[in-house]
T-cell receptor
Framework: AQKITQTQPGMFVQEKEAVTLDCTYD???????LFWYKQPSSGEMIFLIY??????QNATEGRYSLNFQKARKSANLVISASQLGDSAMYFC??????????FGAGTRLTVKP | DVKVTQSSRYLVKRTGEKVFLECVQD?????MFWYRQDPGLGLRLIYF???????EKGDIPEGYSVSREKKERFSLILESASTNQTSMYLC?????????????FGPGTRLTVT
């Protein structure tokens, strides 16, 4: 069964607007971590943001925030004030245990000028 | 800054060849990982290692082996390359003591098997 689901293969957003990338996950482990990575066309995976399952507050890193809804098992990424350089593939991932990391299929975000 | 480097960005090999992909990290991380990335499938774990000479199979180990003789280096070996192993290969490392166990990735190797 899929552990991480990203239902949006592609998304478009106008420059300077906010965009939400969806991610749902499936686990019975009470302790887990959720991550978002960005992969530009150069290929390197860039870590954006992390949310621990016991964290009470939603994680934020600059223009990135993670909308963590534990009961719904969702961990959506919100990018505020989109920039042209935000155009990339975005991957949601979940870590169970110390090294078991599972990735979603990714969402390709295109920022329009 | 964490640095994870991979020996080649692009590689073209023939069917049946033995292929070595090298990964080196400079942050003294205990954990190292090999993934392959295919469109629509995300990243899938091939093997990982949590210590020197230790290795564990991931989700898709068939046709691959690994070697970790030194802490900073983790090699992926395709014993006899096949066309269905054409893919992007990503290496990553993480620190066991970090609360998030965040993984740091290398730039990737795009392997084509003809």
């Amino acid at each position: 069964a899929q552990k991480i689901t990203q239902t949006q293969p592609g998304m478009f957003v106008q420059e300077k607007e906010a965009v939400t990338l969806d991610c749902t996950y499936d686990t019975s482990d009470p302790s887990y971590g959720l991550f978002w990575y960005k992969q530009p066309s150069s290929g390197e995976m860039i870590f954006l943001i992390y949310q621990g399952s016991y964290d009470q507050q939603n994680a934020t890193e600059g223009r990135y925030s993670l909308n963590f809804q534990k009961a719904r098992k969702s961990a959506n990424l919100v990018i505020s004030a989109s920039q042209l350089g935000d155009s990339a593939m975005y991957f949601c991932a979940m870590r169970e245990g110390r090294w078991d990391m599972r990735f979603g299929a990714g969402t390709r975000l295109t920022v329009k000028p | 800054d964490v640095k994870v480097t991979q020996s080649s960005r692009y590689l073209v090999k023939r069917t049946g060849e033995k292929v070595f992909l090298e990964c080196v990290q400079d942050m003294d991380h205990e954990n190292m990982f090999w993934y392959r990335q295919d469109p629509g499938l995300g990243l899938r774990l091939i093997y990982f290692s949590y210590d020197v000479k230790m290795k564990e199979k991931g989700d898709i180990p068939e046709g691959y082996s690994v070697s970790r003789e030194k802490k900073e280096r983790f090699s992926l070996i395709l014993e006899s390359a096949s066309t269905n192993q054409t893919s992007m290969y990503l290496c990553a490392s993480s620190h066991q003591g970090a609360p998030s166990y965040e993984q740091y990735f290398g730039p990737g190797t795009r392997l084509t098997v003809t």
